[in-house]
């Protein structure tokens, strides 16, 4: 195998620098230590003159202010995210590749995006869609929804997309805060072995959106575009809008769970260096690989999935349920479309260890160089499953890579990247993020405001990243944006203003990171911290569970109470001796403190849409506090909420 595109960088950097930064620990000190150094060398590594206007020249500043909030990045310059992507258009092959449950299959060659890309953002054009506008979407995870985000882009109009499990009303709830101009919607789409049509729904949110473009794919109904009509519309793109680096590229929405979702948005130039950074450094990604993450268009995964169009990638979307008709869909996926780089989640790859899968034996995974995660904490055991069962320990011999990185990774839609994970070339220890990734300036804090190694603290940034959002929506003296990320209190009076994320971390002495859970949902018993992701990489390694919700609920005069609810595996009963069994393993593992008060069979865990587990509302909830309204179109299944409610009701104090 030839060198890594990290290790070219890396020499180039101890060029420029005068000094060796070929070790990854002193690649990044330098790049937290030397922000306009460093992001002037991403820039000049991926050749990003070639699609600014004018260039960046010597004399040009990279950082004009490093405020957090309000860093001002690349101010002389001038680009549009479109220009990055259609740079590769004239390589041969597929860009993007689609598929749904039943096999259905397209393409999209690179030579076919400049003219797709080029009719969708005429069609947008001819409607009205100037720079600045809104245009939403509507829409599954389908190639499709890539080209109509590129041809938005491509005007300096600014795009924000909704999956289509959402009811209509859900989604009105965040676009139409957007008020967008243009709506693209699918008729109707496939999952968990069905047909969903999707016809009343689209028109229903057209209304609600009071659009007045509406392009379908699939049946449109009077009055809408169909998408045949949209990509037949004029020749290959010409030029895209160049605008500022920080011009609003999407918006992306938090969960809002608690209160109206907030509008979250991201500048073209920023999620440019930042991904570029991620897919073409981190990742390897280049022009000979197949990057697949399994996501939808709710989720900043899908946002990220695009970015391997960046580095010359081909992309793969994916429609349908990752466990329909079984856990193994998405290897089947891998295997047939010679995926390098495949990307899932903690559940899938819990579901696929609960029914016996072997991938590695099963299916030819030789292509495959990375296996990602995200969406929550990977637990240590899902390695160790990796390791024996995907890198080909227990397959055939041949039939799997036996050097497969997992790379575990933490990020989020605030910066629609990466804060750590795997990074190529560096080990892999289970149950931990590998680095903080570059131009991350990472530090666990105490209350103090005191840098900790070795201990659990707070996960704080302590220097802004190109891709921390420019704004909130509808946030006009940036007050919220504010009080999201940079208004914690510490202990101490004089603490610098950082960005708080508001993840409990430890970071280790070797650089890596272990993420114990959400700061704000902390146990906290008898004045002893602890995180719910350790209890949770315990108890969901027992066979019989499906998934475990841990909670620390403050009662009247001091009391708490650490109840652990757990959904079973089909066949499964939460019996006497499983609960002494799930008690001992906890107590073992990790503490006689971590051991749940009780343990109760639960008929589901709430999640937001993006599958975060609903741990600080549903806490609060148990406690009896009435100030508590989670919005019923954010979460998966609302009756589960209900159902806890009534726990917390009944619990004797």
Partial sequence: MGRSRMEVFAEEVSDRVGRDL?????????????????????????????????????????????????????????????????????????????????????????????RLVGAVARTLSDAGVRQGDVVAAYLPDIPEAVIAFLATASLGAIWS?????????????????????????????????????????SAELARLLDVGTHIVVGDAPDGATVWADATSNGDDLQASVRVPFDHPLWVLFSSGTTGKPKGIVHGHGGVVLEHLKETGLHADLGNDSVFFWQTALSWMMWNFQIAG????????????????????????????????????????LQASRKAGLVPGRDHDLSALTTLGSTGSTLAADLFTWVDDNVRGR????????????????SGGTDIVSAFAGGSVGVPVVAGELSVRHLGVALESWSPQARPLIGEVGEMVITAPMPSMPVAFWNDADGERYRTAYFAHQWD????????????????????????????????????????SADIYEVVEAVDEIAEAFVLGVDGPDGAYWMPLFVTLVPGAELTDELTARIASDVKTRLSARHVPDEVLAAPGIPH??????????????????????????????????????????????
């Fill in 22 to 114: 070929t070790d990854y620990p002193d690649l990044w000190e330098y790049s937290t230590t030397d922000l306009p150094g460093f992001w002037r060398a991403v820039w000049d590594h991926f050749g990003l003159d070639a699609i600014a206007e004018s260039g960046l020249r010597r004399a040009d500043p990279v950082l004009a202010d490093s405020s957090m909030p309000g860093a001002v990045w690349f101010p002389t310059v001038r680009l549009n995210y479109v220009d990055a992507v259609l740079a590769h258009a004239d390589r041969p092959g597929a860009a993007i590749v689609g598929l749904d449950e039943d096999g259905v299959r397209t393409e999209i060659t690179w030579n076919d995006l400049p």
């Fill in 161 to 201: 997309g909704c999956g289509q499990d959402y009811a209509p009303e859900g989604a009105a709830g965040r676009l139409a805060q957007l008020e967008p101009k243009a709506l693209f919607t699918a008729s109707s789409y496939r999952y968990n072995g069905k047909d969903i049509d999707k016809r009343a729904d």
């Fill in 309 to 348: 169009l960046l580095v010359g990638a081909r992309i793969v979307c994916y429609s349908g349920s990752p466990l329909y008709p079984d856990a193994d869909r998405l290897w089947q996926i891998v295997a047939d479309e010679h995926v390098t780089y495949f990307g899932t989640s903690p559940g899938q």
């Fill in 394 to 409: 227990a397959a055939s011999p041949g039939s799997a890579r036996p050097d497969l990185p997992v790379s575990s990774i």
């Fill in 492 to 531: 101490v009076a004089d603490a610098p203003v950082v960005w708080r994320h508001g993840d409990w971390v430890t970071l280790t002495d070797r650089g890596s990171l272990i993420i114990h859970g959400r700061s704000d949902a902390t146990l906290n018993r008898n004045g002893i911290r602890m995180g």
């Fill in 608 to 653: 937001t849409r993006t599958g975060k587990k609903l741990e600080v509302p549903v806490t609060a909830i148990l406690a009896g506090r009435s100030d508590v309204n989670i919005d019923p179109k954010s979460v998966d299944d609302y009756s589960l909420v209900e159902w806890f409610r009534q726990q917390g009701k009944a619990h004797e104090w």
